[in-house]
């Protein structure tokens, strides 16, 4: 069952919006690889300003949305971007 979902909303800093989305990128594709409980994993982008990025997220539970977090790439993603981002607000969600 995948019945749990994500979304995360950053503020990227000006001028890191490329050097941030090409890490993005990797960080999804690394998800959708080698976590079988990653299902979904959509990064979007405001039409209006490239700094503003939306990600949706769908794991199997929350278990694996811990261990997403626990991963090696996760915790290299999140130490490479922590200093492109102004803000980052993350929600879970239950999907139904």
Not at 7 to 23: P, T, W
């Amino acid at each position: 069952m995948n019945d749990f979902a994500v979304s995360v909303n950053f503020d990227v800093k000006s001028g890191q919006e490329l050097a941030f989305m090409e890490e993005m990128k990797k960080q999804a594709k690394n998800s959708l690889t080698l976590e079988p409980d990653c299902h979904y994993f959509d990064i979007c982008v405001s039409p209006d300003d490239p700094g503003v990025v939306l990600l949706y997220e769908l794991y199997t539970d929350a278990a694996a949305f811990d261990a997403h977090l626990a991963s090696d790439h996760f915790v290299q993603f999140n130490e490479t971007v922590a200093p492109m981002i102004a803000q980052r607000v993350i929600t879970t969600w239950k999907k139904i």
